[in-house]
DNA sequence: GTATACAGGTCTCATTTAGAGACCTTCTTT
DNA sequence: AAAGAAGGTCTCTAAATGAGACCTGTATAC
């Protein structure tokens, strides 16, 4: 049995999870940090080659979109193919896990949307006091 | 009348949004950074003082956990409670606000508590390529 | 009374990470 | 022959983070 009101952190506290060297954090960082969110974004719609990512994304460096996507990609999130055209190309897209991801990354940011008002607010109130 | 599969991205820009200045994505960083995602969760079982909060989260810094519980606060996220008790103590809690982002964040989480084996196998595929 | 402890921070400095942008390679077009 | 595009990498600088010393005011211990 399992008491239900105790908090994620600490069912794992008393399962000797330490939060220090926590899997889930690692995916969390490279999940929800700024540009994997946006890389994720806009691979909604579909797949993406390099250079289109990096013009949608316009203010993305390459070396940040490089990364990105290698983390995601190593996470088996997003799926990378190069095609033998000449100059080759790479095309990105999301694998399955990706596309069982999104709609909880989609629910985060239609929160914030839907709460920006009220932060907006808060964010006055708190500033000048 | 709006197509349905444009992805939000695309909606956005479509309304002439600048994905550059995107208060969304100012209000995710805070909520979803390292720091702020272990506090949230601790803060999910009810108020917690200063110190508590660091002997809960034993790899934080005293900086970084003012810095955390500054920016939810000023967002409306966190609420800050001063008791003249001598010395004085601080009860920091989630607001309303706050409350509604919770069950998002713990979306997330169980998700990549759900999804850990598969991303450790893709993670070493990736490595051994 | 002096010394030590605790609450809730701030400040400084060393280390990491991110960002800007030059450069690279192979092919194609002009 | 020169320039351009694709998909990156490399270098250098700037910004963020982490470790930990220090601060202020009361309380308790010696």
Redesign the pocket.
Known sequence: MQRVSDGKLNQWKAEGFNPANCPVRQVLDHVS???PVLVLMELETGPR????LLRALP??????L??S??DLERDGIVR?K??DT???????SLTDLGEGFLPHLLALVDWAEGSMQNILTARKEFDLR
């Open positions: 940090a700024k540009w080659r390099f250079n289109e203010d993305i460096s390459k070396r940040m490089t990364q996507l290698r990378r190069v095609f000449k100059p080759p190309s790479v095309s990105y």
